[in-house]
């Protein structure tokens, strides 16, 4: 009988361990998606010499989708929060940058 109780208590502390390693993996992989998706929105804006649609469309979708949804509703995840706030920073710093670049080169 103890056995039996052992065991439960054994599948229980599993049952965890599994849950806990998957969900800190879902959230290391959350922030890998999101810095590559602000290095796709970086080369973009450097690429397109700052063109500010592609900047505000990216931004608008990760702030207001990504970022106050996890801050803010279920599932909470304040890493993937937060990254979704740098990350379209980045973009639009690299977008403003790329837009005072695009001034000074010469045109032909």
Known sequence: MGDARDRREYDGVLDGC????????????????LVAVGLIGVSIAWFSRGRIAPALALT???????????????PENTGIGITAILTPMAVLLATIIGRFARGRVPTS
């Open 60 to 74: 608008r979708r990760l702030l207001s989708w990504l970022a106050v949804g996890r801050l803010v509703r279920e």
């Open 18 to 33: 599994r849950t806990g390693c998957v969900r800190r993996c879902s959230h290391s992989v959350g922030i890998v998606v």
